[in-house]
Structures are given as C-alpha cells and as structure tokens.
C-alpha cells in the first residue's frame, strides 16, 4: 500500500485579498474605514485560519508525503487515489473541492467555530491528528454525501456537491426546452421556458440555495432530500409565461435512473457548480445538457 499524501485545502483570506487590491496595509485600513469596517476584525479572521493551518499540517504523520492547494488552483491540482483531504475553511470549500475527487476521505477543519454552520467543516484543528491517522488506514467513519452530474451532448460533463445551475452567462433570460420525468398525474412532462435559468440540488445544497427557494413557494417541511439522500430537487427560477413559452413545470424531484433535459433555444446557456463560475461549461444552441445523479459521492469524516 502506497505511503498516504495529505493535501491541505485552502483559500486565501479576507486579508491577503485586501493587500492584493490596494496595495499597503495602510491603503486597506483606509477602504474599510470608509465602509464601517476595521482592520481589528479582518486580522482575527486572518490568524485564526493561519493558526488552524499550522496545527492540521502539524497534525500530518511525519512519514506522510504532503500537498498543499489553494481555492483558485483546484482545477490545475492532481490529487492521487491515496490522498487524505484537509478542507481548511468554510463549508463552501468542501464543495469547491468535492467535483475534483473520486473517493479520497475528506476531513474538513472548521478555524473559526461558531462563525461557519459547520454542516461540512465538521471539526476543530486539535481533532485533526487522529482523524487524519483513522483516515489514511480506512477506519474513518465516514459519510457519503450524494452529488448531481451535469452532461453535455457531446459527453463532456461536471459533478457538484450542492447544485448544478444552468441559465444565461449574464442577466438575460435563458431559453430552453425542458424535458423532465413522468410522474404519477403529471399532465405534461416536456416545456418551452424563458427563465432566470434552473438549479438542480442534492441534499447538501438543499441547506442553501435551493432551501431559500424552496421557502418561497411555500414547499412543505421535508419536501427536500437529505444529504446522504439518493435523490435531487430541481426549481426553475422565475419562468415566464408568454405564447411560447410556459410554467407549468418550475420544480420537482428526481430519483436515481431519472434524467433532466434542458435542450438550448438560447445563443448559450452555462452550466457550473457550486457557484465555481470560472469552471463551466457552454451549451451552445441545440445543445442538449442532461442532469442526474452522479455515480460518485462526496466521501467526508463524520
């Protein structure tokens, strides 16, 4: 058996980005002073993080190989079958994270407790040495977080933790054929739609973007999956009614074996996850984008 890597997940704080834009720090005290802000607070933040990275890459068994990725270079990093994952920051990063592994354990480091929810960042820093020693032999507990597939017709496709979006790159409404599953009464299972695009979510999305949704159309408790649930939700967001185009079919549930179509009538539709926009893809006119389940699940350490 391959000697384990741990490959430490990051992303730069609030303060690394303030000295990037403006330059000094006096030149940043002064942009947040003008906002109401004080430096007092970005700098908290900022140590708290650096001080849980010390402690997790501490925590690494000395005979370990070691990696380390910050945010914005996940897609360029290649992680390897015996990699241990060390998601240091918020629940977003586990996300972020979650599309580029197979089923490497995840453990994810909370710095700041009682800031983040906690829903994915499970653990404080001093926790990390025996989870990560648990984790590298197979005797993690784990949880296996149900993830959704995008996949174009041309058989390039994308996986995300929370949710897939597909709509228009920009703020105009998108147009598409959307064909959906036949349910039990269901008068009609394909639409022509202008929307602010749809979000097809699992049930750890379920505890945010689509769980805002869902609170706005009145969804009743428990209308959403479970994240170790092996099923989706799915909402169109704001369809308009006109001549061509209907409402009938703005929200559902799909099971393992069902499909989401959507085919183009747009110049191009993207599709992302996870709110990573920088990664996605483009559906061009005619295009066809299919969505389900994704055959993969998001291994993390309870």
């Not at 402690?55 to 270079?73: Q, Y």
């Not at 699992?202 to 479970?226: M, N, V």
């Not at 549930?253 to 069902?258: K, M, V």
């Not at 959507?262 to 926009?277: I, Q, Y």
Request: glycine share 10%; with cysteine; charged share 25%.
């Amino acid at each position: 058996m391959a000697t384990p890597r741990a490959v430490v997940v990051h992303r730069r704080s609030e303060l690394d980005e303030l000295l990037d834009r403006h330059g000094t720090r006096g030149q940043a005290e002064f942009f947040l002073r003008t906002r109401g802000r004080t430096m007092a607070s970005v700098q908290d933040r900022h140590d708290a993080q650096a001080e849980a990275l010390a402690a997790v890459r501490a925590a690494v068994p000395a005979e370990w190989r070691r990696g380390d990725v910050e945010r914005g270079d996940l897609h360029r990093f290649g992680f390897e079958p015996d990699d241990v994952c060390l998601v240091v920051g918020q629940d977003g990063l586990v996300a972020n994270v979650a599309k580029y592994l197979a089923a490497q354990p995840v453990i994810g480091v909370d710095p700041e407790p009682g800031r983040n929810p906690g829903v994915l960042v499970r653990h404080r820093a001093r926790a990390v040495a025996g989870l990560v020693r648990a984790a590298g032999v197979g005797d993690a507990r784990i949880d296996a977080l149900t993830m959704v597939t995008a996949t174009l017709d041309d058989g390039t496709r994308l996986d995300a933790l929370n949710e897939v979006f597909v709509g228009h790159a920009s703020h105009q409404s998108a147009r598409y054929r959307l064909t959906v599953p036949a349910t039990d009464g269901a008068a009609r299972t394909e639409e022509r739609q202008s929307s602010s695009g749809l979000i097809v979510a699992t049930g750890t999305g379920a505890t945010g973007w689509a769980a805002s949704i869902a609170h706005d159309r009145g969804a009743p408790q428990g209308a959403l999956p479970a994240p170790v649930d092996r099923r989706l939700a799915w909402f169109v967001r704001e369809a308009w009614p006109s001549p061509a185009t209907g409402t009938a079919l703005t929200g559902g549930a799909l099971a393992a074996g069902q499909e989401l179509t959507v085919v183009v009538e747009s110049d191009a539709l993207v599709v992302f996850g996870d709110g990573l926009e920088a990664d996605r893809l483009t559906a061009t006119w005619g295009q066809a984008v299919t969505i389900a389940l994704a055959d993969r699940a998001l291994h993390i350490v309870a």
